[in-house]
């Protein structure tokens, strides 16, 4: 009888700490077994040959909107866990909007456990949302699984999720230190975005560079200093997302060596788009903060190369391609929000391992490792090693394609890597050790949806 259910045999295994050339055993979901520079005697059920590829723990996208219930013509839980599938992400972290009804309570976040459990291809978990109506059901949601809250400090683009005021920041992050959680924020502020984009609009200004220049980067800076200053004063674990340039990263580095407990994440388009691709692909590229200059580009990887950020995360945020059009010039129209999910660790390979000599290792803890300990999730999840799930993305690193709009698995064909030449080709992903990606095609699993 086979020991094992399957054997991944001779490919190349990257953690966060090394690259070992070896077999992967899995059993029941779990690695059971991992041989370093030799071959394993035992037998499986079934093999892969991973000769000359290499092996990655699945990645853990900790920001994503996938709209599921209530939105879905925007995206849902299949396609957006299908885009993730078939770019080696084999857990994310939900964000509480743009869902109608957003997670702000029990209820809500109930409605979303039950479309996940049902929709998507692989494991799920959830944020729940700080808005000033539901402080009241911040420990409800913790009760329920949340693994963490995420606030807007300017407003979501979204009608039934409101930014926080003062107050709520200060007497949620209270009852979040309470409860032992996290506070993830949208860090840009109101009165700097909000005013500037209403004289850019009066003078008739709206093109890419106005639309940037109304949210500038120390719109971002004024924000993360006076989140941070309220986690200070609670106690409260606090986390910037999508931070868009190293001069804000900086902020949250200083605050960390003063022993302020708090993370920060960028994001792939960050990292390999500029305000010139703003410029030229129109709506496709628009997020918020935008891109910036190139200069910011680099700056943040030398903020990756030196230990600075903590996490990599997409931010998927994705809308119907009419949300997207830029009309008569307009770029405050369009939606914000980029549909990136599928091509994180295209990205991270292309632009990080083969253009700026940036180690597997590396690319493995900011999308994998770090995530994984920061929500809770490791060992379990976010490395490669024995009692550890078996969600696991071989990739090819020698192959090199073109990305094309129909290789996109968005319930929209849209990206703002449509045309992009990556290197490295996700080639198998496993969940619990069955194979859910497959050369393009897909195989729906019982995930976990906690
Ligand atoms: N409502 C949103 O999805 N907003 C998102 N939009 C972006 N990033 O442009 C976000 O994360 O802020
Ligand atoms: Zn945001
Ligand atoms: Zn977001």
């Not at 729940?128 to 109506?133: A, C, I, K």
């Not at 550890?388 to 090199?400: C, G, P």
């Amino acid at each position: 009888m086979s020991k094992y259910d399957l054997i991944i045999r001779n490919g190349n295994i990257v953690t966060a700490e090394t690259i070992i050339q070896g077999d992967i055993a899995i059993k029941d979901g779990k690695i059971a077994e991992t041989s370093a520079g030799q071959s394993l005697k035992a037998i499986a059920k079934s093999e892969i040959n991973a000769d000359g590829l290499h092996i990655f723990p699945g990645l853990i996208d900790t920001h994503v909107h996938f709209n599921e219930p209530g939105r879905t013509e925007w995206e849902g839980l299949e396609t957006g866990s299908r885009s993730l599938a078939g770019g080696g992400v084999t857990t994310f972290i939900d964000m509480p909007l743009n869902s109608t009804p957003p997670a702000i309570n029990k209820k809500n976040l109930a409605l979303k456990k039950a479309a996940a459990e049902k929709n998507s291809l692989v494991h799920a978990r959830f944020w729940g949302g700080l808005v000033p109506e539901n402080i009241n059901d911040l420990k409800d949601l913790f009760e329920d699984g949340v693994l963490g809250f995420k606030a807007f400090m300017s407003p979501s683009g979204i009608t039934d999720f409101n930014h926080v005021d003062d107050v709520t920041i200060f007497k949620g992050m209270n009852e979040i230190a309470r409860l032992g959680s996290l506070l993830a924020v949208h860090a840009e502020s109101t009165v700097i975005c909000d005013q500037l984009a209403q004289e850019k609009i009066a003078e008739g200004k709206t093109s890419a560079r106005d639309f940037v220049e109304s949210r500038p980067i120390i719109s971002e800076i004024e924000a993360v200093r006076r989140i941070i200053s309220y986690a200070e004063a609670t106690g409260c674990k606090l986390h910037i997302v999508h931070a868009s340039s190293r001069k804000v990263v900086e902020v949250i580095n200083e605050a960390k060596l003063r022993g302020v407990d708090v993370t920060v994440e960028t994001c792939p388009h960050y990292l390999s788009l500029t305000i010139k691709d703003l410029e030229q692909k129109g709506g496709v590229a628009k997020c918020c903060p935008p891109l910036r200059e190139e200069n910011e580009v680099e700056g943040l990887w030398n903020a990756v190369a030196n230990g600075e950020i903590d996490v990599i995360a997409s931010d998927h945020s994705p809308a119907p391609p009419h949300m997207k059009e830029i009309q008569d010039g307009d770029y405050f129209k369009a939606w914000g929000g980029i549909s990136g999910a599928q091509s994180t660790l295209n990205v991270m390979l292309t632009e990080g391992y083969v253009k700026r000599a940036l180690p597997l290792e590396k690319i493995v803890q900011l999308t994998a490792t770090n995530p994984a300990k920061l929500f809770g999730l490791f060992p379990n999840k976010g490395t490669i090693s024995v009692g550890s799930d078996a969600d696991l993305a071989i990739v090819n690193l020698n192959e090199s394609f073109e990305l094309k709009r129909e290789d996109l698995f968005y319930r929209h064909q849209h990206s703002p890597y449509v045309g992009k030449t990556f290197n490295g080709k996700i080639i198998t992903t496993l969940i619990n050790g069955e194979l859910v990606f497959k050369n393009g095609d897909f195989k729906k699993r019982a995930q976990e949806t906690v």
